[in-house]
């Protein structure tokens, strides 16, 4: 039986979403040269909800958010059944500062698939990887993400899942685990 | 559905309509990957396919070659007019010493029907028909889906006429199964002497007015004379056979809608479809090619993907 613990509810991933926001624009500024890239299928949400509030923030509307699916780079194929998922990236990303956004940092092998992907589409300048939650003792790669909206402990066993109110009616982060 | 229901792609009549749309999905990622700066992905990294061609092919082989490239699996060719099948090999013999270096996959075209199932059943690689005779060739039906799909939204409730040479041609059946599987309505049209005996029991119209045919559709299929499987003579000339049963301008013209007209090619040109028609805004030849190898990379992709 799994038995969920709610880590952050909707009040708490708004303040981590906006906390992240700012994080950026200190680095980024203005994001006339920094483009978002969200990874399929979950990670895509987070993007959205960041592209969003970026907008309102810097009051621009020229930011570039994608998404981006890795499926036919994972080395998992074979292993598991995997469905591919839409890729769309319609700017370029040659000599552009790439912030790459997934809900959730575990192994780091979709992290991988991830980077490997992207440079189907150009060479960046530099990539940076954004997650809302870092699940710090599961790490399979040398892959570390350097904005991070909650940090938790958890064992391979337990599961993380993100909800979002597009499409899971509510925004919160839950920690499924065996009792 | 994350997996096909078949291990083989032997002919579209073992498929279900799920398996249809799966490929046909997982066609629509690898038409974007196909379109990017750099085509290539790692997927079949691991994989070894054999493309065995004991019969011509240029599109379908190329086709084939260029889909397990952007995957990046390891591809070896075989034609059979160079090799030692000339000497009296026999097919499992030949298959059996190419498995032997280690291949994982098949895709093979073979001028007799049933040479894909007969190989499932005494080897242990995962085939792909590529063409058996007269009998399937699966992929073309697929990539002849997507692109009517692509292009007029759905199959589902559409009209579809297949035109030519029915006897010979294995994507005229495979066609038939997959576009009724996709709930289209299919008819198919040509001289009496080209029409299986048992057409009807597939459940198609039959038609032998080209105009009637054309004004029923939405979309019109124009298929090959394939003089090189005819024996006898089925019409009395060529020049007759286009003047009944060839697509012209004028005709395209002259019907109360403009719909769409495909064609697998090779095309004859001036025999079942004239060059204007072919190259006309309404025809979708060379989308059908392109999709060719989208489609083909999303089978032999799910096809792998199987444990």
């Known amino acids: ?179 | 559905m994350t997996t096909l229901s078949t291990k083989h792609l032997l002919g579209i009549k073992d498929l279900t309509a799920d398996d249809i749309h799966l490929i046909l999905k997982t066609a629509e990622n690898f038409k974007e990957v196909i379109n990017r700066p750099i085509k290539k992905v790692p997927s079949l990294r691991d994989i070894t396919i054999a493309n065995l061609f004991f019969e011509n092919s240029t599109r379908t082989k190329l086709s084939f070659e260029l889909a397990e490239k952007r995957l990046s699996a390891d591809v070896v060719n075989f034609s059979s007019a160079s090799s030692s099948v000339k000497k009296g090999e026999t097919l499992i013999d030949t298959v059996n010493n190419i498995l032997a270096m280690k291949v994982d996959m098949v895709v093979m075209r073979h001028p007799n029907p049933g040479a894909a199932v007969f190989l499932s059943k005494h080897i242990d690689a995962k085939i792909i028909n590529a063409g058996d005779g007269a009998h399937e060739h699966p992929t073309q039906a697929l990539l002849d889906a997507f692109s009517i799909k692509e292009k007029i939204g759905s199959v589902k409730g559409k009209k579809i006429a297949i035109v030519g040479d029915i006897l010979h041609s294995r994507v005229a059946l495979s066609n038939i199964f997959c576009l009724q599987k996709l709930g289209a309505d299919v008819m198919v049209c040509g001289p009496t002497t080209l029409m299986p005996k048992y057409i009807h029991s597939l459940g198609v119209k039959v038609e032998h007015n080209l105009r009637k045919a054309l004004e029923w559709c939405d979309v019109a299929n124009m298929l090959r004379i394939q003089l090189e499987r005819q024996d006898i003579k089925f019409f009395p000339s060529l020049r007759e056979y286009t003047m009944l049963f060839g697509l012209n301008k004028e005709l395209l013209d002259s019907l109360s809608k403009k719909i769409v007209v495909m064609h697998p090619g090779p095309i004859n040109r001036g025999v079942e479809i004239t060059s204007d028609v072919a190259d006309s805004a309404q025809s979708i030849i060379l989308d059908q090619v392109e999709n060719g190898v989208a489609v083909r990379m999303a089978v032999l992709f799910l096809l792998a993907g199987r444990a």
């Open chain 1, 1 to 179: 039986m799994m038995k969920p613990r709610i880590i952050l509810d909707s009040k708490h991933l708004d303040i981590t979403v906006t906390r992240l926001c700012y994080q950026l624009i200190e680095i980024h500024n203005d994001f006339s040269n920094t483009v978002i890239i969200g990874l399929q299928p979950r990670g895509i949400y987070l993007a959205t909800r960041i592209h969003k509030k970026l907008q309102e923030i810097l009051k621009k509307k020229d930011i570039k958010c994608g998404s981006l699916d890795t499926t036919f780079y994972r080395d998992d194929f074979r292993q598991k059944e995997l469905v591919p998922n839409k890729t769309n990236i319609d700017f370029i990303i040659e000599g552009k500062n790439v912030i790459m956004v997934d809900d959730v940092l575990f192994t780091g092998r979709t992290i991988r698939a991830g980077l490997d992907a992207m440079l189907a589409f150009g060479r960046p300048n530099d990539v940076e990887l954004l997650v809302l939650i870092d699940r710090r003792l599961s790490r399979h790669l040398p892959i570390q993400a350097k904005y991070v909206g909650k940090t938790i402990d958890s064992i391979a066993s337990e599961k993380v899942k993100v909800e979002w109110k597009e499409t899971d009616g509510a925004d919160k982060v839950t920690l499924l685990s065996n009792d």
